[in-house]
């Protein structure tokens, strides 16, 4: 499973890549908003400085709800690195918008996917990954996991390429059960990442082992 970071934070996102895991990066309006970028020279450049950092993938949100408009942003965004995966929301102008980047070869990101049925007419026009956005179901009290295991199997009874980006990742025992599920990716915040290393057992026995080395080696 690839692992890709839910941010703007070029600070963490570095951290991430220093841990030797990190396979792409995930942003949307939201994230950048957060970080203070605002204009759009000044979002175009720091998508740029978050190429620059990574190996993988970095997924960059249109803003607009037409076609035309959807057309013109992720034609702009693919200029600015061949990593940019261009973001197109879940809605009847972004699954045509899909269509048509998927056509020209360009890669793609469909996302506020809440269904299997659109993540089932995102695949069908070519979308590159879906990313269900596992978090946010869960916050209503409905299976987030399930959907993305409901998701893998409509795919591999048809052969779809589309992968699936398991988004709105919270916590290090989402990470494992979109493993357990076999997502193909999943994009999380960096805590969640640093979450999967931590455990009781390991700090209680590293604090014995130093403490035996320093007995005999004082």
């Known amino acids: 499973m690839k692992f890709f ?5 070029l600070k ?20 950048m908003a957060k970080e203070g970028i605002t204009g759009k020279d000044n979002i175009m450049r720091h998508y740029k400085a978050i190429c620059d950092i990574v190996d993988g993938d970095v997924s960059a949100e249109v803003i607009s709800v037409d076609l035309e408009g959807m057309i013109r942003e992720g034609e702009e965004l693919i200029e600015i690195d061949d ?35 659109q993540a089932l007419i995102a695949a069908k026009a070519g979308a590159t ?3 269900p956005f596992i978090g946010r179901l869960d916050d209503i009290s ?11 199997t409509i795919y591999r009874n048809y ?12 916590h ?12 193909d990716v999943m994009t999380g915040p960096l805590s969640a990442m640093e979450a999967l290393m931590k455990h009781p057992l390991t700090d209680i026995g590293l604090e014995k082992f130093l403490a035996d080395y320093n007995k005999g080696n004082a």
């Open 172 to 183: 290090p025992m989402h990470i494992i059960q979109c493993a357990e599920v076999g997502a």
């Open 12 to 31: 963490e996102i570095k951290e991430a890549q220093a841990l030797g895991v990190l396979d792409g990066v995930t942003t949307n309006p939201s994230l």
């Open 83 to 117: 990593k940019i995966v261009v973001k197109i929301p879940m809605i009847k102008e972004g699954v045509k918008a899909l269509k048509y980047f998927s056509s020209k070869g360009i890669r793609t990101n469909c996302t506020l996917i809440f269904s299997a049925g």
């Open 5 to 9: 970071i839910d941010t703007a934070n």
């Open 129 to 131: 990954y879906v990313s």
């Open 142 to 152: 409905t299976d987030g996991i399930g959907l993305i295991e409901q998701i893998i």
């Open 159 to 170: 052969g779809y390429e589309t992968q699936v980006l398991a988004a709105s990742v919270r």
